[in-house]
């Protein structure tokens, strides 16, 4: 982003200046990373609740008689097997088989669907949606600026949920959505999330997103809700094992590259981007296995960050791609890809290089965390 753009703001930015927030620039968004403590943000969402401004998120409308037919041609899953009020996480790849990016699709209708990107690979998936439709008898919709987004994530977020709005939340599954109200407000409600609780994603008019923060605010107030920054939400996500595209995932790396191959529908009707180079992909994979994908739990207190190697007899065997102090666990984790050779959980000699030392480090599978259901 060049230093003459502005940051863009969501609708909440002055909410999260009132109470304090930290910001940052996130991909082009003005974005709160921690309003007090990371750590007791984080711990809030595992045992409590934390609520979260997520609308950096880029929200994409595909309708039309042939949606299906194109989003199946376009991705990698079988979105038209999705039913009505349900999603799906799948991925947009490229002819080459590399990974654009990661998304959920939810189909809202028999012929609506709704898919969220990244927000820092929004315009690349408007873009590649945008050239593929050609012959589809479908239209592919920019809807960033229709949607703000708010999540409620936690074991407590059901009932503070359930205090604001009529709506069936006992029979919404997860990874499926419903329209609703809550507090008055119009919302798409959905049961999905990337902090590995259970929780609810809301999609709202910006215009609604203060009144719907504020009354969310207010019912989670005796049950410990807290706000929270874009810092704990990845510390989440990194100990529920979750994948983050520019980290785990890009454009150098295939899902089966990632150990994502499951996403990869190849028993779909019809043929679809990267299906040529994916089928080799798979084909390598289970031939050769690629590098992969574990957990590392450090022995000692020194954090690994993204890019250090990782070592095991004086040879470097992999490379860490998301690492940070773990408040769950108490130590320091991170995700890497290994060789296969060191990918068993409990394999003996590994280690990450943090500034020329060797530091001891336990393989382990992932995630790292799991809820109780």
């Not at 999705?82 to 809202?108: K, S, W």
């Amino acid at each position: 982003m060049s230093s003459t753009e502005e940051l863009r703001h969501t609708a909440l930015d002055a909410v999260h200046r009132s109470l304090g927030a930290t910001m940052t620039d996130f991909a082009g968004w003005d974005m709160p990373l921690r309003y007090g403590s990371e750590r007791d943000e984080h711990l809030a969402v595992r045992t409590r609740a934390g609520l979260f401004d997520l609308s950096h998120m880029g929200e994409i409308t595909v309708t039309g008689p042939q949606a299906a037919a194109f989003l199946n041609y376009s991705l990698v899953g079988d979105i038209a097997s999705v039913g009505v009020g349900r999603a799906r996480y799948t991925m947009i790849c490229r002819a080459d088989g590399g990974i654009l990016d990661d998304l959920i699709v939810y189909r809202l209708a028999e012929t609506e669907y709704m898919i969220v990107a990244n927000a820092s690979n929004a315009q690349v998936v408007l873009d590649a949606l945008t050239e593929r439709v050609a012959g589809f008898d479908a239209e592919v919709r920019d809807d960033r600026d229709a949607y703000a987004l708010i999540a409620v994530q936690g074991p407590e977020s059901p009932g503070i949920l359930k205090s604001l709005t009529d709506a069936d939340l006992d029979g919404l599954k997860y990874y499926a959505g419903l329209p609703g109200t809550v507090a008055g407000v119009p919302a798409l409600i959905a049961r999905t999330g990337y902090t590995g609780e259970d929780g609810f994603e809301l999609f709202v008019k910006p215009e609604h997103a203060v009144e719907l923060w504020r009354a969310l605010t207010e019912a989670g107030a005796g049950v410990g809700l807290v706000p929270c920054g874009l810092s704990c939400r990845d510390t989440l996500r990194l100990e529920a094992g979750m994948p983050l595209y520019g980290h785990e995932l890009s454009t150098s790396r295939t899902p089966f590259d990632a150990g994502l191959g499951r996403v990869v529908k190849f028993a779909k009707e019809g043929d679809f981007v990267g299906r040529e180079a994916l089928a080799e992909a798979a084909s390598r994979a289970s031939q050769n296995p690629p590098r992969v994908l574990v957990g590392l739990v450090a022995e000692g207190r020194r954090v690994p960050r993204a890019g250090y190697a990782v070592v095991a007899g004086g040879e470097v065997i992999g490379e860490v791609t998301s690492g940070a102090p773990s408040p769950t666990l108490g130590k320091p984790i991170a995700m890497a890809y290994v060789d296969a050779a060191h990918s068993e959980p409990g394999t003996a000699g590994v280690g990450v290089d943090i500034r020329g030392s060797h530091e001891p480090y336990e393989v382990v599978a992932l995630p790292f965390y799991k809820r109780q259901k």
